[in-house]
């Protein structure tokens, strides 16, 4: 039915709190699903510690400057890695997007999309917190994935955020991890957002999984590699349950697919946008 090829799948993972784990699930899932042969793009946005450039062992090849200065292109900073996929690492400033001007911000855009239309899924490691960028990301992407642990305070700052994306950002279906816990403790964790949320929010919930907490993690992330079969065959199986589920979900068919930036949200669902302003915004 559609006129040329199919866009990409965006999932943009994201929590309120950091240190939950969006990192670690967002490179095995671009790795996971790599293997199942798709092409993937993995786009680091997010200025933590131990970011996707540490978690693989990858550097940088130029900075989103250079780009929008025009002495680069997109293509020319992305790093292919080991496990079959493509990353824009952290280290080129991907998160201080919302920093640019706006200009230089059309040139990302433009490019970002030019870029992901060579892929089947693009994840989106968005880091923590209501910033302006994680706002950004979240509400450009078809799919939001939020992570966060039994922690209570993890717990509170993800509603935050799923308070903040729908009543600002018009974001009402997410996808819910909860990290760090097992299953029963992550019913739990996932039950006490819903109901909150149900109560004051118009929102969707879709619990697909958890992740128990493991020394496993923590030894991967150090080694600066991917977690494998053999050395952690049941950390693997909860991956691998995780991700089955969290990808087959169905696409979101009020989003386009690919990554729709803010104004063309406001653009198509008419929000404080006048038609003379969207104009002269794009
Ligand atoms: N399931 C888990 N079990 C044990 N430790 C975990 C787990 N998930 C995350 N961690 C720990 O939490 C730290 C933060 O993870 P990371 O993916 O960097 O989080 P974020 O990107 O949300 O800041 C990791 O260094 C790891 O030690
Ligand atoms: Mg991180």
């Given at each position: 039915?559609?006129?040329g090829?199919?866009m990409?799948k965006?999932?943009?993972v994201?929590?309120?709190?950091g240190?939950?784990g969006k990192?670690f699930?967002?490179v ?6 790599a293997?199942?042969?798709q092409?993937v793009l ?8 131990a970011?996707v450039d540490v978690?693989?062992g ?7 400057l ?12 992305l790093?292919?890695c080991?496990?079959?996929?493509d990353v824009?690492p952290?280290g080129?400033?991907l998160y201080?997007l919302?920093?640019?001007?706006a200009t230089q911000q059309q040139?990302?855009m433009?490019?970002m999309?030019?870029v ?5 899924l693009v994840?989106i490691?968005a ?5 302006d960028?994680v706002l ?11 992570v966060?642990?039994?922690?209570p305070?993890?717990?509170?700052d993800?509603?935050?955020?799923i308070?903040v994306?729908s009543?600002q950002?018009n ?6 991890v909860?990290?760090?816990a097992?299953a029963?403790d ?5 039950r006490?957002l819903?109901s909150?949320a149900?109560?004051y929010?118009d929102?969707h919930?879709?619990y ?9 993690v923590r ?10 079969a053999?050395?952690?065959p049941l950390?693997?199986q909860?991956l691998d ?5 969290t990808l087959?979900?169905?696409?979101n068919?009020s989003?386009n697919?690919g ?11 008419g ?6 302003e969207?104009k002269?915004?794009?």
């Amino acid at each position: 039915m559609s006129m040329g090829k199919e866009m990409p799948k965006v999932i943009a993972v994201s929590s309120g709190k950091g240190g939950v784990g969006k990192t670690f699930i967002s490179v095995h899932m671009a790795a996971y699903a790599a293997d199942k042969g798709q092409r993937v793009l993995l786009l680091d946005a997010d200025l933590g510690l131990a970011n996707v450039d540490v978690m693989l062992g990858l550097q940088s090849k130029g900075s989103v400057l250079d780009m929008v200065r025009g002495e680069k292109s997109l293509k020319d900073l992305l790093v292919h890695c080991d496990a079959g996929f493509d990353v824009l690492p952290g280290g080129s400033g991907l998160y201080e997007l919302t920093a640019l001007d706006a200009t230089q911000q059309q040139v990302m855009m433009d490019e970002m999309r030019q870029v992901s239309s060579d892929y089947d899924l693009v994840i989106i490691d968005a880091a923590a917190g209501i910033g302006d960028n994680v706002l950004y990301f979240v509400s450009a992407s078809e799919m939001a994935l939020v992570v966060l642990t039994p922690d209570p305070t993890s717990l509170t700052d993800a509603y935050a955020l799923i308070k903040v994306l729908s009543r600002q950002r018009n974001v009402r279906r997410f996808m819910v991890v909860v990290n760090q816990a097992d299953a029963f403790d992550a019913q739990v964790t996932f039950r006490r957002l819903l109901s909150v949320a149900d109560r004051y929010l118009d929102v969707h919930l879709d619990y697909v999984g958890h992740l128990p907490y493991t020394t496993d993690v923590r030894r991967t992330i150090q080694s600066q590699s991917l977690l494998k079969a053999q050395d952690a065959p049941l950390t693997r199986q909860a991956l691998d349950t995780l991700y089955e589920a969290t990808l087959s979900r169905p696409r979101n068919p009020s989003r386009n697919g690919g990554l729709q930036f803010f104004w063309e949200h406001s653009l198509n669902e008419g929000m404080n946008v006048t038609p003379a302003e969207s104009k002269g915004g794009v």
